[in-house]
């Protein structure tokens, strides 16, 4: 099994990467315009380091308060950026007209997919991590900014259809792309599977807690909570402290003693442990919200709002409190801060659902036979 990043914009605004411990699983890992040292991937671009100290300049200047405002543009979402023919002769000369299974990760890179010639015509798959299209429609009614790029549903559809099978994160949206799809591509639905942890009591009951990326739904979702749901909590219970962690952290700009702003921290399970209830205040977004099936793996009480659960609200609906106004959001912490019995049969029912819907097993059952029958 082999990894091709075949865009530049991989780098995003670092000139390195870091490969993670999972990625040992693939026997080479080629990134164009890279050079891979140990877990490190480096880019052969040197104005790339250039652009990176100007970024960093400015991140210490907004550190010490000395600037406001940052004077650099985001880098692109790197899966929507726009393949050059570089970009897909990179693949192209990679593949060579060898390989049984091919997997785009995101719709945008199918244009990368080589065309079939003499005998080879490899199984192609897609993921479908968001439904592209209609999440533009919600973030341009809601007046956030997305970074992707624009999709029509019938730009996305015939995206999508450079696949023989599109692998959909959520049944949901499974059933709204069936019909758009062109004659030859099928839906397998394969959601992310949870690590199932034993139920662990934190210490400190009064930590309220989450994790999320820098993407657009999750500070969106996380500003609101602060700003109009925080403030109820602690009025009733000033011993409450809220815990945030990932890399929306550095979207927040927040002086609140009863908010403790953690950063990327390397011990998801330890962050886990150190409080009993997760919030996922989520008002945009597709796909399916990973934190969540995390949440459930790790047997938390949750709070999240409808937007959370798309795809997976019957699975999820007996297992976590549904609130999506303000009030409700913060009387449903407050009673659960308060409320032991009711966590404890919350975070069991959670564990429950995460060990029936979303084992290994049950996820990827699907495509695993799909599969089984393309490998030579």
Not at 126 to 131: Q, R, Y
Request: proline share 4%.
């Amino acid at each position: 099994m082999n990894l091709i990043y075949c865009s530049k914009s991989m780098f995003g605004r670092l000139p390195f990467f870091t490969l993670s411990e999972e990625m040992k699983i693939f026997e080479t890992i080629r990134v164009r315009e890279g050079i891979k040292i140990g877990n490190l991937v480096f880019t052969l671009n040197l104005k790339s380091y250039f652009d990176a100290f100007i970024y960093l300049t400015e991140r210490v200047l907004q550190k010490l308060k000395i600037i406001k405002e940052g004077f650099t543009e985001p880098a692109p979402y790197s899966v929507s950026y726009p393949l050059s023919q570089n970009d897909i002769k990179f693949v192209d000369d990679i593949i060579a007209g060898d390989a049984d299974i091919l997997i785009a990760d995101y719709c945008y890179l199918t244009k990368a997919f080589p065309k079939p010639s003499g005998g080879f015509n490899p199984r192609k798959y897609v993921v479908m991590h968001d439904f592209i299209s209609q999440r533009f429609d919600d973030f341009k009614a809601s007046g956030t900014k997305e970074k992707t790029s624009f999709l029509t549903f019938e730009d996305e559809m015939a995206l999508l259809s450079n696949a023989d099978i599109v692998i959909a994160i959520q049944k949901e949206e499974a059933d709204k792309i069936k019909n758009g799809l062109h004659a030859g591509t099928d839906v397998v639905v394969c959601p992310i599977a949870a690590d199932i942890y034993d139920k662990f009591n934190a210490k400190d009951a009064n930590n309220v807690l989450f994790l999320g990326s820098g993407a657009a739904p999750n500070v969106d979702g996380i500003l609101w909570f602060i700003s109009e749901v925080w403030p109820k909590i602690i009025e009733k219970n000033p011993n409450a402290r809220l815990k945030i962690a990932g890399s929306v952290c550095s979207k927040i700009n927040v002086d609140n003693p009863t908010i403790e702003l953690m950063g990327i921290v390397d011990d998801l399970v330890g962050f886990y442990q150190s409080g009993n209830i997760v919030i996922s205040p989520l008002r945009l977004g597709s796909g399916l919200k990973v934190k969540l099936i995390e949440a459930a793996g790790h047997a938390k009480a949750v709070v999240a709002t409808t937007i959370t659960l798309q795809g997976v609200y019957d699975e999820f609906k007996d297992a976590l409190v549904i609130a999506d106004e303000a009030n409700d959001f913060a009387n449903a912490i407050i009673n659960l801060l308060d409320d032991n019995k009711k966590r404890e049969i919350l975070s069991e029912n959670i564990l429950n659902v995460a060990k029936q819907y979303f084992s290994n097993e049950a996820v990827n059952r699907p495509l695993l036979e799909d599969l089984s029958l393309h490998i030579k």
